[in-house]
């Protein structure tokens, strides 16, 4: 049995006994309107809105232009995510990259953070969540813990929860980095995912996310996208619970209280 079909038989597994395991997807570095935002907005345009895999788009504040806010208010299923502030490595030697690692002074971490959040607001009102995804996913304990004070609920980065209250994050990044910086592979992929749903089926409760970096995709990526959306679009044994859910969001402030 390949990888996929494994894949496919924890998702019949929960789909005997009545259970869905929870989806949602998630793409890095949005900055401005281009053909791979298009192709990715098109990939989740295709699917019936009741099936479709909740999508939020981490958008880097510096870099957003007005013409992403234009080119967004034609995709109401992509909400949008805040990306660090300038996706800038602030990391000391031995540290991992990182705009907020535990060795740049939390003033200035947060000072940055709010800046990047008051940013956003002003572009993209309503469409902006709460929910803050540190860039290369590495963030100090103390500007997570920092976080609720500025008005940001939730949290995203790779791998499993690491108790953040609101924290929602994505366990399949399917670009290899460290060499070719290409598609990790469709075995390895399946693989991961297949990992990941067995630990959903022995009791682990939070969903699953899947991570895409719409700009640095090869084909063999894209292929693996539309794949992977077809078949967890298609098969009962997958679930898509909006993204406030998956955050624990509460009701979203009034924007102009952020000033």
């Given amino acids: 049995m390949e990888d996929a079909e494994r894949f496919c038989a924890r998702l019949d597994a929960a789909a005997e006994t009545g259970r869905t395991l929870s989806f949602w997807w998630r793409d890095d570095d949005a900055t401005e309107p281009t053909p791979e935002l298009d192709r990715l907005a098109g990939l989740f345009g295709e699917i ?18 007005p013409a992403l806010v234009d080119r967004l208010a034609r995709e109401p299923h992509i909400a949008i995510l805040q990306h660090g502030l300038a996706h800038r490595n602030h990391a000391q030697d031995g540290e991992k990259k990182s705009e907020f690692p535990l060795s740049r002074p939390l003033t200035n971490c947060l000072a940055d953070v709010k800046t990047g959040r008051t940013r956003l607001l002003q572009l993209f009102d309503g469409k902006l969540l709460p929910v803050f995804v540190p860039p290369w996913n590495n963030v100090s304990a103390p500007v997570v813990e920092g976080l609720s004070a500025l008005g940001i609920q939730g949290l995203s980065r790779l791998g499993p929860t690491k108790g953040a209250r609101g924290e929602c994050n994505t366990h399949l990044d399917i670009i290899e980095w460290r060499k070719t910086r290409g598609f990790i592979g469709r075995e390895a992929a399946f693989r991961l ?9 022995a009791g682990v409760s939070e969903p699953i996310g899947v991570l895409t970096h719409h700009l640095a995709q090869d084909e063999a990526c894209w292929d ?36």
């Avoid at 995912?193 to 089926?201: D, F, I, Q, V």
């Fill in 193 to 201: 995912l297949t990992e990941e749903a067995e630990r959903r089926l």
């Fill in 224 to 259: 693996f996208c539309r794949e992977l959306l077809t078949l967890l679009s298609n098969h009962p044994g997958a679930g898509f619970p909006p993204l406030q859910e998956l955050f624990a969001l509460e009701e979203p402030e009034c924007p102009s209280s952020h000033g």
């Fill in 48 to 65: 019936e809105k009741e099936r479709r895999p909740p999508l939020g788009l981490a958008v880097i504040p510096d870099g957003a232009r």
